[in-house]
Structure formats: structure tokens, C-alpha cells
């Protein structure tokens, strides 16, 4: 049974950075596409970003240019670093393992959830 675990969330300004991490345990990310998604209060929840196990990415219009997502199979762990961060990025993000599809990820595992707060 895969696990995943997020770290990394917090509190930022706007324009500010942070870089979220997912770490796979009880199976090798290896077998899996990973993504992540987001949850804004009241809103439905967002596919914004995947990497398959070779490294094609896929990233959401709300996020293309500013965030990055990376993976290291040596450590199964994902990353995602956001860059420009705009008080609309505030959700909780949560990392998904599942397969890679043409408009993103289908997800077949779920992480707990990290909070992210983009405020001045």
C-alpha cells in the first residue's frame, strides 16, 4: 500500500516562494504518475500539475509559468516549487499517485493535505 506524505506548506507573502515535497512510503513511487491538487475554501478541487515516472509534466493554466513540479525517483519524492505566489493560490494542496492522462493525473492515492496561505 503506497503512502504519501506532504511537507512544506505554510504561511507566505504574496510574490513570495515556497516548495511543497511528497514522500512515497510503503511502495516506489516509481510505478506511478504523480500530481498535485488543490483545494480553495468553497471552490471544487484542482488538478494543477503532474509529472510522469520519465518526467513529462503537465501544469494547469493557473499555475504554468510560475510553479514547477520535479521529481527525485532516487528518494521517491515529488516536489513542487511555486514562484509568484498570489493570495488565490491559498488551498490545501494534496498529492495524488495514479496514472497520467492527455488533461493531467487519475488519481489513485491521496496525501493527507498541506496548507497553503498566501497573505501580506
Known amino acids: 500500500q503506497l503512502e504519501l506524505v506532504e511537507s512544506g506548506g505554510g504561511l507566505v507573502q504574496p510574490g513570495g516562494s515556497l516548495t511543497l515535497s511528497c514522500a512515497g512510503s510503503?511502495?516506489?513511487?516509481?510505478?506511478?504518475?504523480i500530481g498535485w491538487f488543490r483545494q480553495a475554501p468553497g471552490k471544487e478541487r484542482e488538478g494543477i500539475s503532474c509529472?510522469?515516472?520519465?518526467?513529462?509534466?503537465y501544469y494547469a493554466d493557473s499555475v504554468k509559468g510560475r510553479f514547477t513540479i520535479s521529481r527525485d525517483n532516487a528518494e521517491n519524492t515529488v516536489y513542487l516549487q511555486m514562484n509568484s505566489l498570489k493570495p488565490e493560490d491559498t488551498a490545501i494542496y494534496y498529492c495524488?499517485?495514479?496514472?497520467?492522462?492527455?488533461?493531467?493525473?487519475?488519481?489513485?492515492?491521496w496525501g493527507q493535505g498541506t496548507q497553503v496561505t498566501v497573505s501580506s
Open positions: 509529472i510522469s515516472y520519465g518526467g513529462n509534466t
Open positions: 495524488v499517485a495514479g496514472k497520467m492522462i492527455p488533461s493531467g493525473i487519475l488519481p489513485q492515492y
Open positions: 510503503g511502495n516506489t513511487l516509481d510505478y506511478y504518475a
